[in-house]
């Protein structure tokens, strides 16, 4: 029996974010000019985009008992996405983001994974995961949370569909180390940089080619300003983004990825997915974030 339409399992972070006059370097110091703090991590919120959109979704991962922790856990529970695939560690910090933006808008970026690198295969219920028809993947930075994702896999039914954002902390990894996920996976869904960097195609028609030869059923490759290619072999598709004024890209990718596994779900053509994956992601940049742009299923009427 399928509960879930999809079950996203990557990191939870909370991403802090602060304004500074300038990004300090080796003993300097600098000034904290405004701060804005928001949950994320990118299966969390393709997600969130899913369940917006009136899917029924849930989530494997792990928070630690702190307030960022909580938030986390809160803010899906807002959102409709379904937490009891969710691990709460006795010790150990939550997952955050720290970002220092300086007047020009360069940034630094500090990544504390925190418990998200703490997975073991004991802390996911194969159970919970296999009541949907979509498992989203998505990167861990720990080696150990990588080999629980590929445990799960190994004990996954035939009939749970697995997509894949490799980002590029798995696709930095190569193929070979990647190849049982990507060989497990009815979607990839990289952006063009990722796929160059997981194949060594510089092109990335050719790179969805040697995805396929894996066995994956469908690449979506995401293409920023110029939307996205799709292809399952048979059929491929070019899809121009959206013009719409760009506030900021923060989620791009993981709102495309909500819209095409949206298209999935509801048996649309491959077309007709990556054309809602731009759509759901041309919403996203309209807003500054990642989540809050992501648009509600009466929304998707403006695409008809
Ligand atoms: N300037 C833009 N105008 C319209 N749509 C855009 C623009 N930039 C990105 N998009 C949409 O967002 C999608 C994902 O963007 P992108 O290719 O940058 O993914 P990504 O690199 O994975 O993003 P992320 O940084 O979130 O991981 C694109 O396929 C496109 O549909
Ligand atoms: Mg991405």
Request: aromatic residues 8%; contains cysteine; glycine residues 12%.
């Amino acid at each position: 029996m399928t509960l879930f339409d999809a079950v996203g399992f990557g990191a939870l972070n909370v991403d802090k974010l602060f304004r500074v006059n300038r990004i300090a370097a080796a003993e300097q110091e600098s000034f904290i000019t405004g701060f804005e703090e928001a949950c994320g991590g990118s299966a969390a919120n393709t997600m969130v985009g899913l369940a917006r959109l009136g899917c029924r979704v849930g989530f494997v991962g792990k928070v630690a008992g702190d307030r960022e922790g909580n938030m986390l856990v809160e803010e899906f529970r807002r959102e409709g996405v379904d937490t009891n695939g969710i691990v709460q560690a006795e010790h150990g910090r939550s997952g955050t983001v720290m970002g220092f933006v300086d007047e020009k808008g360069e940034r630094a970026l500090y990544i504390d994974p925190g418990v998200n690198d703490t997975i073991e295969s004991r802390d996911i219920s194969a159970a919970y995961a296999l009541q949907a028809r979509f498992l989203h993947l998505t990167s861990f930075v720990g080696r150990k949370s990588f080999e629980a994702q590929k445990k799960l896999l190994q004990v996954l039914p035939k009939e749970v569909k697995v997509s894949l954002d490799p980002g590029a902390l798995y696709a930095g990894m190569g193929l070979n180390k990647l190849e049982s996920t990507i060989e497990r996976s009815f979607a990839v869904m990289p952006n063009a940089g990722e796929l160059e960097l997981l194949t060594g195609k510089a092109d990335y028609q050719a790179g969805a080619k040697v995805l396929l030869k894996k066995g994956v059923s469908i690449v979506a490759v995401k293409l920023a300003g110029k939307g996205c290619y799709v292809t399952d072999g048979k059929e491929s598709h070019h899809i121009e983004a959206f013009k719409v004024k760009v506030v900021d890209t923060t989620g791009a990718g993981d709102a495309f990825n909500a819209g095409f596994l949206y298209g999935l779900i509801n048996g649309k053509s491959l077309r007709e997915c990556g054309r809602i994956g731009n759509f759901v992601a041309s919403r996203c940049v309209m807003k500054m974030g990642a989540r809050a742009g992501l648009p509600h299923l009466k929304n998707l009427r403006l695409l008809s």
